[in-house]
């Protein structure tokens, strides 16, 4: 079946400006996740959805960065008055969720490659 | 939540078999471990999971001690399509915890 797809592939944008980066999770992935890769690091987790619900957004870096998923299906994540120090790879996994024991696998997207000047 | 190291890097040649150790020394008895793949510009991919002992799919065998403390990624007889970046992580069911952190890079070399 079709994978996590991420929209746009690329986005160039200048400081200031807002952007909106979309995830269109796993059909039936109860949860969805985001995160934040810089070039020769691992994933910095951001935040993550069960259904419509936010578990946890500790990982955001401030307050311009917000996340919804509003029928706990796709979702979007807002950067409002970018800076250059956004520039980065932004990542959506979604996985099955809760309900088993252990770490459910979680499918990553190809990403949103964010580019502020 | 559960810290894990791992060496940074790691170079092998085809048809060698890899260990890559992951230390997680503050492992909760709930946790269960689970190894990432990453090739450049491509998003981790899921490789295996195991709570204790050993487990073994059509890509690598996992190998945890008693204590738990550790584990041992095994990727027997690599070719060059493997190299890529691994990532250990250690979380429980609800993924509240998971981390990753900066992973080891294997290069394999022909």
């Known amino acids: 079946g079709a994978g996590v797809s991420q929209s746009p592939r690329y986005k160039v944008t200048k400081r200031g400006q807002d952007v909106a980066l979309r995830c269109d999770p796993i059909?039936?992935?109860?949860?969805l996740y985001w995160y934040r890769q810089a070039l020769g690091q691992g994933p910095e987790f951001l935040t993550y959805?069960?259904?419509?619900?936010?578990?946890?957004k500790s990982g955001l870096p401030n307050d311009r960065f917000s996340a919804e998923r509003p029928e706990g299906s796709i979702s979007t994540l807002t950067i409002q008055r970018t800076e250059q120090r956004d520039s980065a790879m932004y990542r959506c996994?979604?996985?099955?969720?809760?309900?088993?024991?252990?770490?459910?696998?979680?499918?990553f997207g190809p990403g949103t490659r964010l580019t502020v000047t | 939540l559960a810290k894990t190291t791992q060496p940074i890097s790691m170079d092998s040649y085809e048809g060698q078999e890899v260990n890559i150790t992951c230390s997680h020394n503050?492992?909760?008895?709930?946790?269960?471990i689970t190894w990432y793949q990453q090739f450049p510009s491509q998003g981790p991919r899921f490789i295996i999971q195991?709570?204790?002992t050993k487990v073994t799919n059509e890509v690598a065998s996992l190998f945890i001690p008693a204590d738990r403390k550790s584990s041992t990624l095994s990727l027997p007889r690599v070719s060059l399509s493997d190299t890529a970046v691994y990532y250990c992580?250690?979380?429980?069911?609800?993924?509240?915890?998971?981390?990753f952190g900066a992973g080891t890079r294997l290069t394999v070399k022909p």
């Open positions: 996994a979604s996985s099955l969720g809760s309900g088993r024991r252990g770490a459910y696998e979680q499918y």
């Open positions: 059909s039936g992935h109860v949860s």
């Open positions: 959805f069960n259904y419509e619900a936010q578990q946890d």
């Open positions: 503050n492992i909760a008895t709930n946790d269960y």
């Open positions: 195991g709570y204790k």
């Open positions: 992580l250690v979380g429980v069911y609800n993924n509240n915890d998971m981390r």
